[in-house]
């Protein structure tokens, strides 16, 4: 089972790397699997692209771009100057968020196995 989830996560990121030129993106956060906090005070440059993952934009933080999930959930408290794209995962507002761009959902993704965690920074 190890290996399937290493050959998946392997394929997407080939095809995030062979892509991702011709769709423009401006990727500064790619999280599979796994968890991942902007804290207060941080400011989180790029786009950020998540597939079974967990990420919160804590009260103070700011996500300067785009978040696109896949299966992952969102959290946020704090400042997203992008859009939000969600696919198949959860998105948390709490009273603090701030979204300046749209918000985009669709249905839940929930009881999926699960993918190792990997975490990319590109800066």
Same mark, same amino acid.
């Given at each position: 089972?190890?290996?399937? @989830?290493?050959? /998946?996560? =392997? *394929?997407?990121?080939? &095809?995030?790397?062979?892509?991702?030129?011709?769709?423009? #993106?401006?990727?500064?956060?790619?999280?599979?699997?796994?968890?991942?906090?902007?804290?207060?005070?941080?400011?989180?440059?790029?786009?950020?692209?998540?597939?079974?993952?967990?990420?919160?934009?804590?009260?103070?933080?700011?996500? @300067?771009?785009? /978040?696109? =999930? *896949?299966?992952?959930? &969102?959290?946020?408290?704090?400042?997203?100057?992008?859009? #939000?794209?969600?696919?198949?995962?959860?998105?948390?507002?709490?009273?603090?968020?701030?979204?300046?761009?749209?918000?985009?959902?669709?249905?839940?993704?929930?009881?999926?196995?699960?993918?190792?965690?990997?975490?990319?920074?590109? @800066?």
């Amino acid at each position: 089972m190890l290996r399937i @989830s290493f050959a /998946i996560t =392997s *394929i997407i990121l080939i &095809l995030t790397c062979i892509f991702s030129p011709l769709m423009k #993106i401006n990727p500064g956060l790619i999280l599979i699997g796994g968890e991942y906090t902007v804290q207060a005070g941080e400011t989180r440059q790029g786009d950020v692209y998540l597939l079974f993952a967990r990420i919160n934009v804590a009260e103070g933080g700011k996500v @300067s771009g785009t /978040i696109q =999930s *896949i299966g992952s959930d &969102l959290e946020v408290d704090g400042l997203v100057t992008g859009e #939000i794209f969600s696919y198949g995962g959860e998105v948390k507002m709490n009273p603090s968020a701030r979204i300046e761009g749209s918000i985009n959902t669709t249905a839940s993704l929930h009881g999926l196995p699960q993918l190792p965690s990997i975490l990319m920074v590109i @800066s």
